[in-house]
């Protein structure tokens, strides 16, 4: 036998007081519990087969204003009748009506009623009442209701239950129906009230004063239903994006890469001619970068570095190439631009740190002059990673992705051969997600050119690879329009997982 | 990037062999293309830049041929002596100094060829030409002219001609105001007295460089012999394009003949398909790619990539470069050709021996402290554009706009600015979260950039902070308390706060913070003016301050 709680017990005495046999009303008036704890409590108790429902359909009946009105001022047919007697049994209805101090728009309700029961007769204006009017069965049930509040039509008398009807069409009550609950002890519910309840006080809510007193010995703590639900709440967060850059920033420290930062307004030079890409080239026009109007041009590093840069595009200065064969401008490389990838702080710091081993790294926002659109974005983040030493290898690059890659949870890769203008060779790489069962392009990769190195003096190889991490955080977080990335939906970001 | 389609059957005539879509889709992306598209009976592929060559069916079916060893080493052109003359005026040196041209005998076109041959004029427009500013092509069908023909000048006004595509005759002048393609590419010539002009020994036009061909020229597939000239600024974008352009005519089946360019000074017999020359040692491209190679087996894999090769000294060969090729300018691009002939699918990854510790960047560190304690104390993080506009930035912040950094050519109203500052961004965070159940405590820890003269941009990045506290309640005290929290665990001791006026704050609900004398950031009661800006209505608290004055991280 499962032990009873508080509100279960008190209502098994209840029903023993009531001889076993009770509608809910009556046991939350015995029990002193709320109606719901009962009702919970019932349907407990009938799980254990300790007490029976019975539920009954119930007629209710209540007053509605007009039947207010009327219980209290009598009913119009009334008011005019007791007026007439007061005058005498026969006199013209204005007198009546004024005498009764009836309202206009009952007039033709009490003439009619007049008329039906039989209580008088008009006859060109004069009243003249015909008997002594009795008090109606519709009068009674109209006062009844009026000092007893709703009723329940099952328990009138049958007279009663006749005028229910008549009020009902006159549209002075409320009909509604209602279930009644009425519990009965069981057999096996008589034998645990027979054998004594022990009402022992439950709590819910352990407090400081139950610990401090010790009194939580000697109370019940409710048992609770563990698999109720309980209200929703939210942790803080850190952007969900910002946790897959905190992710890569982490995967490229595991992997031994120092960060490197560098500035966002850039001038060409760096973002550009640094790079090998000649000053005519399409990415450098105003429809792929944003170039300033203000301010609109920067300072250049020193001039030994600058000329250098300049006979390599011009004529590949020292390091055998044919350059790109055009007259190099000075002004067009000062421009101001936001950068429109990382690599412009990676050669700024190659150029700095020409001793081997050299592993950076930068995960840091770039910048395209874009139509924005569901799947591009005028400012993004770029991943980049660097390897210079003496002896690294386009194998060794690929390898250095894998890791990667694999770190990221991406175990498939495929290498392909691509073009970029500072890299030679160059590689493409695609993974595959498993979650979209397809092939996804993410990094470019490859060994910066001899153009690149030579102008700053860095004499062996630097592998390089990078991409936009965007793509990688919709993959990650399920998002299909790369603009929700940065709207900063409060409704999404509490409720998007911080574990991926 | 420039992209072609490659029809099935017509793909497998050019190759030699019946190839299937499967096979298409699976070998082409090993030359360095990406495969766009495949459907039933075509393949769409897409190429870099570097690699006009593949603009045509006969370039690209040349470099399958050689992937998959069916035929290697160096394609032969043959181009065949010629008299027809091109006569070059000094006066063209005034607006476009150099022209080449070509003779093409003996092709037979079809719909698709002539359709080929366009979209591989615009391909080298666009790849070589700069726009057709560096160089520009014109195909003319050769038998409806009468050489020698000749490169001069006319005054805007001074001669008519019907314009391809149209059916009255224009002027220069009106061509360049009434044309698609005057109105598209004028700048290259409108500034100059005298306009280019090709004509033939009638003083019949064949060309308006670089706008627009006669309709007189047109090329159908009805035409058998060909006139090719091409315009420009640089002589070698000239060439190259030509060679390109020649070697796929010749491809579709067509006979290369030499055209003699008299200049004033020199004459020049166009194309010159001779193959050009490097040297390539083989253990720099052993070492680059991780590979042992032989000088043998290096050979081979220039083959395969239509190169030709010969061994000139130990472990330094000597090789032959096709006159297309015009992508190959240093030694490096050399090796690139040994990995795509040896296949890259064949390299397997290795790992570096590089062995190094990692560190981050400071800024990175101090964000995550500052990201730790603010979500502590119960924000959220948000993350917003550097890029902004000076309405949500000024205007609905109360101030007045001073120098800033204004972008030339943004895309957008809505991006036309780069922030100085979060809280206008975060402002707008709680507006376009009014739906969403309150108190909202949101911050950013993120970049701002200001103007500085001293700097070599011109320009300073900075790493702020900053927050708000919007819900019915929100105030100074509230949001002092944060702050102050947020320094303490930032591990600064002394903060002097003074009353400050700020014009998107309360006055008298606003402070400035100090930290050794210098003020490093603003906190307040947002002013209700600010919040109606934003049709805000919470009570609204907010603070930013700028973490580089306190962390002496550099960028």
């Known amino acids: 036998m499962a032990e009873l709680r508080e509100n279960e017990q008190k209502t098994m005495l209840a029903l023993e007081r009531l001889k076993g046999k009770g509608p809910v009303d009556q046991i939350v008036k015995v029990s002193a519990l709320a109606h719901a704890a009962v009702m919970r409590a019932a349907l407990s108790l009938t799980a254990k087969k300790l007490v029976k429902t019975r539920e009954r359909k119930q007629t209710v009946i209540a007053l509605n204003k007009e039947g207010k009105y009327h219980a209290r001022k009598g009913l119009p047919e009334r008011r005019l009748i007791s007026s007439l007697i007061k005058l005498g049994g026969e006199a013209s209805l204005d007198d009546v009506v004024e005498e009764a101090e009836l309202e206009r728009k009952f007039l033709t309700i009490a003439l009619g009623w007049l008329n039906r029961k039989g209580w008088a007769t008009i006859k060109k204006s004069v009243v003249k009442m015909l008997k002594e009017p009795p008090t109606g069965t519709d009068e009674k049930l109209l006062s009844l209701l009026d000092e007893k509040g709703p009723l329940i039509v099952e328990d009138l008398s049958r007279e009663l239950q006749r005028a229910v009807s008549v009020l009902k069409k006159r549209k002075l009550v409320e009909i509604s129906e209602k279930t009644l609950r009425e519990l009965e002890l069981t057999d096996a519910g008589w034998d645990v009230v027979k054998r004594g309840i022990e009402i022992v006080e439950e709590v819910s809510q352990l407090t400081p004063e139950l610990i401090r007193t010790g009194r939580w010995r000697r109370v019940k703590l409710r048992r609770f239903d563990v698999t109720a639900p309980g209200p929703v709440v939210y942790p803080r967060k850190v952007h969900p994006a910002q946790q897959i850059i905190q992710r890569v920033r982490e995967i490229f420290l595991e992997m031994g890469f120092t960060e490197i930062r560098g500035p966002i307004v850039e001038t060409a030079f760096w973002n550009f001619d640094a790079l090998f890409q000649p000053q005519d080239h399409p990415a450098r026009e105003m429809m792929d970068t944003f170039y300033l109007a203000h301010p609109t041009k920067g300072k250049l590093p020193r001039r030994d570095i600058v000329n250098a840069v300049a006979k390599t595009h011009e004529n590949g200065w020292i390091t055998g190439s044919r350059g790109w064969e055009y007259t190099w401008s000075l002004d067009e490389a000062k421009r101001l631009i936001l950068r429109t990838h990382t690599t412009a702080v990676t050669i700024r710091y190659l150029a700095e740190h020409k001793e081997p081993p050299v592993k950076v790294f930068s995960v840091d926002r770039v910048y395209r002059n874009e139509k924005v659109d569901y799947k591009r974005l005028a400012e993004f983040h770029q991943i980049e990673g660097i390897v210079m030493d003496k002896k690294v290898t386009l194998r060794d690059l690929m390898g250095t992705l894998k890791e990667f890659y694999l770190k990221l949870g991406l175990k498939k890769v495929q290498f392909w051969p691509s073009y970029f203008p500072y890299t030679e060779p160059s590689m493409q790489s695609t993974v595959y997600v498993p979650e979209l069962k397809t092939w996804v392009e993410l990094c470019g990769m490859g060994i910066f050119r001899p153009e690149v190195l030579a102008p700053f003096g860095i004499k062996y190889p630097v592998l390089a690879w990078g991409g936009g991490l965007e793509r990688l955080i919709m993959l990650k977080l399920g998002v299909e329009d790369i603009r929700h990335l940065y709207k900063n939906d409060l409704g999404w970001i509490r409720r998007t997982p911080i574990c991926q | ?555």
């Open chain 2, 1 to 555: 990037m420039p992209v072609i389609t490659l029809d099935r059957d017509r793909f497998s005539s050019f190759v030699g062999r019946s190839l299937s879509v499967e096979e298409m889709a699976k070998w082409l992306p090993w030359l360095g293309v990406d495969i766009e598209e495949t459907e039933p009976d075509c393949v769409k592929i897409e190429f870099n830049p570097n690699r006009v060559d593949f603009s045509s069916y006969g370039g690209v079916a040349r470099a399958f041929r050689g992937l998959m060893g069916w035929e290697t080493g160096l394609p032969k052109y043959e181009v065949k002596e010629g008299k027809i003359v091109l006569k070059v005026d000094p006066a063209v040196s005034e607006v476009r100094p150099y022209v080449v041209g070509a003779v093409v005998r003996n092709i037979k076109l079809d719909n698709d060829s002539v359709r080929e041959l366009m979209e591989m004029q615009e391909d080298l427009h666009w790849g070589v030409g700069r726009d057709r500013k560096k160089a520009s092509i014109g195909v003319h069908n050769l038998d409806v002219v009468e050489p020698p023909f000749a490169y001069t000048t006319s005054a805007p006004n001074d001669v008519r001609f019907v314009p391809l595509d149209k059916t009255e005759e224009m002027t220069l002048q009106e061509i360049l105001e009434r044309h698609e393609k005057g109105i598209a590419y004028k700048h290259h010539v409108d500034w100059a007295s005298r306009y280019p002009l090709i004509t033939d020994k009638m003083g019949r036009v064949l060309s308006f460089p670089p706008i627009i061909n006669g309709e007189l020229t047109r090329v159908s597939s009805q035409t058998r012999n060909l006139f090719i000239d091409v315009t420009g600024t640089e002589l070698n974008a000239i060439t190259r394009s030509l060679n390109v352009l020649v070697t796929a005519l010749a491809d579709m089946g067509g006979t290369i003949e030499a055209v003699r360019v008299k200049y004033t000074d020199r004459v020049l017999i166009s194309p010159d398909l001779t193959p050009q020359r490097m040297e390539l040692r083989v253990d720099y491209a052993n070492d680059l790619l991780g590979l042992k190679l032989s000088e043998t087996k290096a050979i081979q894999a220039l083959q395969k990539s239509r190169l030709d090769a010969r061994r000139i000294g130990k472990g330094v060969l000597e090789v032959l470069i096709p006159a297309y090729r015009i992508d190959i300018m240093h030694e490096i691009d050399l090796v690139e050709e040994v990995a795509i002939g040896y296949g890259y699918f064949k390299l397997k990854p290795t790992k570096p021996a590089t062995v190094t510790t990692g560190r981050q960047h400071r800024a990175g560190e101090v964000a995550n402290y500052v990201r730790q304690i603010m979500v502590g104390l119960g924000f959220v993080e948000a993350l917003n554009f550097v890029l902004a506009n000076d309405v949500d930035h000024y205007q609905k912040m109360r101030r007045r706009a001073g120098k800033m950094i204004r972008l030339a050519n943004p895309v957008s109203t809505e991006y036309s600015i780069v922030r100085q500052d979060l809280l206008p961004n975060l402002m707008k965070n709680l507006a376009d979260n009014k739906h969403q159940a309150y108190p909202q405590r949101v911050f950013e820890v993120s970049d701002v950039i200001e103007i500085s003269e001293k700097a070599e941009t011109r320009a300073e990045r900075r790493l702020h902070v900053a927050g708000v506290s919007s819900h019915p309640t929100a105030n100074f005290t509230e949001m002092k308390s944060y702050l102050e929290a947020l320094l303490t665990n930032l591990g600064l001791k002394d903060w002097p706060i003074k009353e400050t006026r700020h014009p998107s704050f309360l006055q008298g609900r606003a402070a400035a913070i100090y930290v050794k004398g210098r003020k490093i950031g603003v906190v307040g009661e947002i002013h209700p003016e600010v919040l109606n800006n934003f049709e805000l209505e919470n009570p609204t608290s907010a603070f930013e301050i700028d973490l580089q004055r306190i962390l002496k991280t550099t960028y």
